[in-house]
Each structure stands twice: as structure tokens, then as C-alpha cells.
């Protein structure tokens, strides 16, 4: 696989990477799409890391372009935690005995040989399948700007989640202060019911008490009638 295509590769891996993180910190209910998702990644990680391979062998592992796309497969692996590490070591398992040495190159034909292959190459209808590979120049100042654009989606990941973060324990202190007026209004409510009983307990006694002494209060109030009709005629 090409530079090019690998890059491409990797700017798709970091989106679905991205979109992932985004869905896991919503809710609980989208882990059907992040399980897709994840599948979708290990198969990109796996052709990515392949293709890497193959460039370091070809190129050499010293390249700028081939330690660019390295590090950012290291840093989306990174991203996928223990599901990342897991991953490497199932791709260590399925990796295949070492290549034998490269056959040397043919020598390059002369240049009739050359001008006769151009002249009867065959007709394609993609005109740029020919010029698939890009120069390392563009190469590089792509790898770069993916980066950047990785790093900005981070930024932008990493203020949502603190926001996230700061609304919970917002809503935590809520929480907490409507606790305490309910716990407030349960104190209140059983200190009034309690002196409702007491008050109640109060009234049941008097009314005991003047039941009891219905007789002894009527004497009482005949007697105080019958001095005040006394004093009344002997005045």
C-alpha cells in the first residue's frame, strides 16, 4: 500500500477514533455503535500496521514520512487503551516468519528499451493511476497537518468532557442541597408531630379530668348560686 494511501488510512482511523471517544462520553446506550466502531478501527489499525511494515522494509524505518505515520499508529493505538494493547498483541501472534532477503533489483533497461515500453503502454482509463505515489515533500506537510488537525479534535474533545465534568458536579451540589432542605423539612415536620401529640395527650387529660368531676363541679356551681341568691335577699 502507498504513502498515500496509508495517510488516508490513518486520517479515516483517527475520525472513527474520535467519533468513538465522542459516543462513549454521551451515554451508556450507544455501545452497539462504538462496538462497530471498534471492529472498523482494529481492521484499519491492522491494514495501517501492515503497510508500515512494508514501507519500513522497503524504505527504511529512518524515513521522516514512515517515523510521522509510526508514531501517529502508536498514538490512535494509544487512544484505544487496553482494547489498543490487546490489538498489538493479536497482531504479534498473527505476525508471519520473516521475509527472505530482497532479490536485487533487475538492471534497468536501455534507453530503446525504455522508449518502446513507453510508447506501447497499455490504455488505461484512470489517468492518474500512474501517479499514485506523491512526493515526500506533500507527504510530510499532510502527516503534518493531520497531526494538527488530531491534536485540535483533542482540544476540542478534552474542553467537552471538562465541561461534561463540570456539569455533573454542578448537578451533584444540586442534588446535595435539595437533600438537605428534605432532610430540614422531614426534621421540622416530626418536631410538629410530636408536639401535636403532646398537645393532643394534654386535651385528653382535661376531658378525663372533667368527666370525672362532673358532679363535684356542678355541686360547686349550685352553691356559689345559692350564696349569691343569700347575699342578694338578705340585702
Known amino acids: 500500500m ?4 496509508l495517510t488516508s488510512l490513518s486520517t479515516q482511523t483517527l475520525s472513527l477514533l474520535l467519533e468513538r471517544q465522542r459516543l462513549q462520553t454521551l451515554s451508556s446506550t450507544t455501545a ?4 462497530a466502531k471498534l471492529s472498523q478501527i482494529t481492521r484499519n489499525l ?3 500496521r501492515s503497510g ?23 498514538r490512535m493505538r494509544g487512544m484505544l487503551g487496553e482494547e489498543g494493547s490487546e490489538i498489538e498483541r493479536c497482531f504479534l501472534q498473527d505476525d508471519p516468519s520473516p521475509p527472505p532477503p530482497p532479490v536485487p533489483p533487475p538492471r534497468s533497461p536501455s534507453p530503446r528499451a525504455a522508449m518502446k515500453v513507453t510508447q506501447f503502454a497499455p ?8 501517479h499514485e505515489e506523491e512526493e515526500p515533500h506533500v507527504v510530510l506537510q499532510t502527516q503534518r497537518r493531520m497531526i494538527n488537525d ?6 476540542v474533545l478534552s474542553s467537552s468532557i471538562n465541561r461534561q465534568h463540570h456539569l ?11 437533600t438537605g432542605l428534605l432532610e430540614d423539612l422531614d426534621t421540622d415536620l416530626d418536631r410538629t408531630d410530636s408536639r401535636l401529640a403532646g398537645a393532643r395527650r ?11 368531676n362532673s358532679s363535684t363541679v356542678i355541686i360547686a356551681i349550685l352553691i356559689l348560686v345559692l350564696l349569691l341568691l343569700i347575699i342578694i335577699f338578705k340585702t
Open 46 to 48: 491492522n491494514q495501517l
Open 150 to 155: 488530531q491534536d485540535a479534535h483533542l482540544d
Open 168 to 178: 455533573s458536579l454542578q448537578i451533584n451540589e444540586e442534588l446535595d442541597a435539595h
Open 202 to 212: 394534654r386535651l385528653d387529660r382535661v376531658a378525663k379530668g372533667a368527666k370525672e
Open 52 to 74: 508500515i511494515l512494508e514501507l519500513e522494509k522497503n524504505q527504511g524505518a529512518r524515513t521522516e514520512a514512515v517515523k510521522l505515520l509510526r508514531s501517529q499508529y502508536e
Open 2 to 5: 502507498s504513502l498515500a494511501k
Open 123 to 130: 490504455y488505461t482509463d484512470d489517468p492518474e493511476a500512474g
Open 32 to 35: 452497539p455503535n462504538t462496538n
